[in-house]
Nanobody
């Protein structure tokens, strides 16, 4: 099992910054990739940023040059640095991990943390 717990959400003015954190526990050795997704009412949950076990990253076009995904503490933490926030970044942000073995691939999600960008 893998347990994910997000923190760092809140309310910020447009142009501001927030840093989201995701604490990872459990069987982390077989995690193949991790990412941040976000969800707003009426829309599907969308990928924001993704990082592989090798450190390769990719971002949604809407957040490129503003958001940075990174890992820390021997892969027990996942971060999302969000700069120049816009009202359209308002959403619930979820941490995601994919665990892959020779026998299965399994997805894990945190409960989410809310980000509100408003003046």
């Amino acid at each position: 099992q893998v347990r994910l717990v997000e923190s760092g959400g809140g309310t910020v003015q447009p142009g501001g910054s927030l840093r989201l954190s995701c604490a990872v526990s459990g069987v982390i050795s077989s995690i193949s990739s991790m990412g941040w997704y976000r969800h707003t009412p009426g829309k599907q949950r969308d990928l924001v940023a993704h990082i592989t076990s090798g450190g390769d990253t990719n971002y949604a076009d809407s957040v490129k040059e503003r958001f940075t995904i990174s890992r820390g503490n021997a892969n027990k933490m996942l971060f999302l640095q969000m700069n120049n926030l816009k009202p359209e970044d308002t959403a619930v942000y979820f941490c995601h991990a994919e665990r892959r073995t020779d026998y299965f691939t399994r997805d894990y999600w945190g409960p989410g943390t809310r980000v509100t960008v408003s003046s």
